[in-house]
């Protein structure tokens, strides 16, 4: 049996969660997620708890499991934490600036980049190297993180380029000079 599927997804206090139709709603103070998931899984809300079962062990239901409950438990934390991804920008003349609900980007383009706020995401630039992405829906975080990562992903070389705070590039050496004999 799924190990995180067996596990129950504790409610906070604040935190309301609706299961119908296949459809969870979960509404706490930082906003209000809905999700579907998949018809074979059975989701109940026991007092504080919500326990996701699975009607057999078909391979298809074990790999369902965990994940629906590893999605709504991603809501429950989103509504009460929310998820937060970081970035760095190196190089020289790199930097960021926010204006407004825009960011704006130096990158070495001859142009400036520019990526706006949406509706469920913000963005901060704390410093002229720092992008934060801040979000109540973990997927949607991570996504918009990625897009805003690949406008000037790091290269190899000298590490140059947007890169996540925990990541590691690993640098190549440059073009070998030609010895003397």
């Known amino acids: 049996m799924s190990r995180i599927g067996r596990k129950p997804v504790n409610i906070p206090a604040g935190v309301d969660v609706k299961v119908e139709n296949g459809v969870i709603t979960v509404k706490g103070p930082k906003g209000t997620l809905t999700q579907k998931y998949h018809t074979n899984m059975d989701v109940k809300v026991e007092g504080s708890e ?7 062990d078909d391979k ?15 809501m429950v934390v989103g509504v009460t934490e929310g998820f937060k991804k970081e ?17 704006v980007m130096n990158l070495g383009y001859s142009h400036q980049v520019i990526v706006s706020d949406t509706d469920d995401i913000t963005i901060e630039a704390p410093t002229p190297n720092k992008i934060i992405i801040n979000g109540i829906d973990k997927q949607k975080v991570g996504q918009f993180a990625a897009e805003v990562r690949e406008k000037r992903p790091p290269e190899p070389y000298k590490g140059k380029g947007i890169k ?10 440059g073009k070998a000079g030609k010895g003397k004999k």
């Open 164 to 173: 996540y705070v925990d990541e590691v590039i690993r640098r190549k050496e």
């Open 87 to 103: 970035l760095e920008v190196n190089g020289v003349g790199y930097r960021v600036q926010k204006q407004g609900k825009n960011l």
């Open 60 to 74: 298809f239901n074990r790999s369902l499991h965990g994940l629906t409950r590893t999605n709504i438990h991603n």
């Open 50 to 56: 919500i326990i996701v079962t699975r009607p057999d």
